[in-house]
């Protein structure tokens, strides 16, 4: 229980906190280059607009979870690359398990709410597909991107 109090602390509900924000922010960017008020010199694709507003979005990610969530003061590019690779790695599995659940409903024909079995699939797979995503980013982050360093004195109290 103390493990499970240990994991769930203050740095997990700030971890929500900033991807909420984080997920405005980059959602807004895509909304702003989907829809440029009029600009129409600034016309975007879907997928350009998805990509960079991801891309915002997880720039905004990593610096407030490094210096709000995480209170991680190492330098250096190393850790730039674990939090790239931990993204990467979290939207591949996340793809892999929406594509998953998407294709485990059209085979059983799933459907709720009125919806029919793609779209029921459809938002299926994106939610499922989302709570994977966040689940792994935090284990990511939390021990692999931003891990905290041990110190000596950290060793000598497990003895």
């Known amino acids: 229980m103390d493990k499970l109090k240990q994991f769930f602390d203050i740095k997990f509900w700030k971890f929500i906190l900033v991807g909420i924000f984080n997920t405005l922010v980059g959602e807004g960017v ?4 989907l829809h440029p008020f009029g600009w129409k010199a ?11 507003g991801t891309v915002v979005g997880s720039v905004v990610s990593y610096f407030l979870n490094k ?19 931990n993204i990467a790695v979290c939207l591949l599995i996340r793809v892999a398990v ?16 009125g919806m ?10 994106w939610v499922v597909g989302a709570c994977i ?11 692999f991107a931003f891990k905290e360093k041990k110190t000596p004195s950290d060793s000598d109290r497990s003895c």
Do not use: H, P
């Open 98 to 113: 929406a594509t998953a659940v998407s294709e485990l409903c059209k085979a059983a024909s799933l459907s709720m709410f």
């Open 67 to 85: 210096y709000f969530t995480f209170k991680n003061k190492e330098k250096g590019w190393k850790q730039k690359v674990r939090f790239t690779v």
């Open 30 to 33: 895509v909304l702003l280059l």
């Open 116 to 125: 029919d079995v793609n779209t029921f699939a459809a938002n299926a797979s």
């Open 133 to 143: 995503f966040v689940a792994c980013n935090y284990i990511g982050q939390r021990f």
């Open 42 to 52: 600034f016309s975007w694709g879907a997928g350009t607009a998805a990509f960079i």
